[in-house]
């Protein structure tokens, strides 16, 4: 049993809907209406097309095809993360990708200690959950990045102090790590902790009107917390530790030309 | 033992060094003053390898390079002028040092930081506060207390008594220069280091003099 197709017709007239919040930005005054309608136009756009595509990987789901997908979204998905946080993207791609593609492999090994190997390597599968949690880690990433480099920037002089009496360059680096990771997983550990109190989330919400019970739907649901919360933590982690091979030179100096201008 | 030739920086097409040419001897103590901004906080970064430069940093007339850095740096003890703001107690940041994987072999000198801390006039309650908590001149005389227990042959200081009273500027300025094994270069716009000093160094638009 699947959720109950919706007439094209009624979706439409649904999306009027949105007349109501551009008639509050009109009245407010907010000049977000024009990138509002052409956010939402892009998006049903976007969806369209992978629609398409996703029901002809769905209709082949050859395991080699389904990994493939996976690892061009985690090439956009580290393109993303290296441009938002400011980052130059050749400077960095190959040593972030190399970052999430081993935080991504070692939670799809740990899959399978719940799903047996034909199951995980369906479309069916590797597809929404992979695609979940990539797409679940970029703001985690984002923040920790933006966050340790601009911190390195900004109190160099504090590197140099710990540097000065004793610190390795890995222990002098350790609490700008930290408080990159503090302020990118405080927020998802207080997600989850309100979770099912305060929001129902989307891929349970999916299931239940997908036709499975809510008992497992919130299997499904526990297991894809832990699995971002656990990837977005180490993926973020190794994206610290992989960039800062790439952004300090030998004098452990941040190397000149590491931001976008 | 250490001498920069032809140091020259430039940030942003800005020249901040022009070529500084600078010998020091062991046991020197260097008073390196001047205008804001000509250029004093990048000579001490340069001395300890923290700034792109060009021209030649050596130590015992060997140049620093990539491979012995380790080493050279392990005889300077560099405070800077902006103080870290350590999530921890006083007592957590005098200790913090001797975590580090090479100073571990170290015990944590008890007696002699109770010492410091008596000379330094520091009330003991202060251990436990939070070192956010702290003045910005207890915060400066704090790391000072750290520098003296880690104990390094060179101290690269910059402005550390800007936010001291004259007693406390005294007490630091003493015991920073005290002993003649250490050599010290010290950023200051305070004069109080002028009679603890054998060598006073005026920087100019990154330009170095020295005067008296």
């Not at chain 1, 017709?9 to 809907?17: E, H, I, T, V």
């Not at chain 1, 929404?128 to 480099?149: A, C, E, H, K, Q």
């Not at chain 2, 207890?138 to 003296?148: H, I, P």
């Amino acid at each position: 049993m699947g959720a109950r197709e919706l007439d094209l017709f009624s979706l439409a007239a649904f999306s009027l809907l949105l007349l109501v919040p551009v008639a509050i930005f009109f009245f407010l005054r907010i000049p977000r209406i024009r990138s509002l309608l052409t956010g939402f136009l892009r998006m049903v756009i976007q969806l369209a097309l992978v629609g398409l595509y996703l029901e002809t990987i769905f209709r082949i789901n050859h395991p080699l095809i389904n990994i493939g997908w996976i690892l061009i979204m985690v090439a956009v998905a580290c393109a993303a993360i290296t441009n938002q946080s400011g980052l130059r993207l050749k400077r960095f791609f190959w040593f972030l990708a190399a970052a999430y593609l081993l935080s991504l492999g070692a939670i799809f090994g740990a899959f399978f200690i719940v799903l047996e190997p034909q199951t995980l390597f369906s479309a069916r599968y590797l597809i929404p959950l992979g695609g979940m949690i990539l797409g679940n880690i970029m703001r985690s990433n984002v923040i920790t990045l933006d966050r340790y480099f601009h911190g390195l920037q900004k109190r160099q002089e504090e590197f140099i102090s710990r540097l000065s009496l004793g610190a390795t360059p890995w222990e002098a680096r350790k609490p700008f790590m930290a408080d990159a990771l503090k302020a990118a997983v405080s927020p998802q550990i207080a997600t989850i902790a309100t979770m099912g109190l305060v929001s129902l989330p989307g891929m349970m919400t999916g299931q239940i009107l997908g036709g499975n019970s809510p008992g497992v739907a919130i299997q499904y649901q526990i297991l894809i917390m832990i699995a971002i919360f656990t990837t977005a933590t180490v993926s973020a982690f190794l994206g610290m530790v992989f960039a800062s091979r790439r952004a300090f030179d030998d004098f452990q100096r941040l190397r000149p030309g590491l931001f976008r201008t | 033992m250490l001498k920069l030739q032809n140091i020259r920086v430039e940030h942003a097409d800005k020249r901040i060094l022009d070529g500084i040419d600078l010998s020091i001897n062991p046991g020197d103590k260097v008073w390196l003053h001047g205008p804001s901004g000509s250029g004093k906080s990048t000579l001490l970064k340069v001395l300890f390898c923290a700034e792109y430069f060009t021209g030649r940093v050596l130590f015992h007339n060997q140049p620093v390079g990539a491979a012995g850095l380790v080493d050279y740096r392990s005889h300077l003890g560099f405070i800077s002028q902006r103080i870290p703001d350590f999530d921890q107690t006083a007592e957590e940041v005098l200790h913090h040092p001797f975590h580090f994987r090479a100073n571990r072999h170290r015990a944590f000198p008890l007696k002699r930081s109770r010492e410091l801390l008596e000379e330094m006039r520091f009330d003991p309650q202060i251990l436990g506060q939070r070192f956010t908590d702290l003045s910005g001149g207890e915060k400066q005389r704090l790391m000072v207390l750290v520098l003296l227990l880690i104990d390094r042959p060179v101290f690269l200081l910059d402005e550390v008594t800007a936010a001291l009273d004259p007693r406390n500027i005294d007490t630091v300025v003493r015991l920073l220069t005290s002993s003649p094994d250490h050599t010290v270069v010290a950023v200051s716009h305070n004069t109080e280091w002028q009679a603890h000093a054998n060598r006073s160094l005026v920087m100019e638009s990154g330009r170095l003099r020295e005067v008296g």
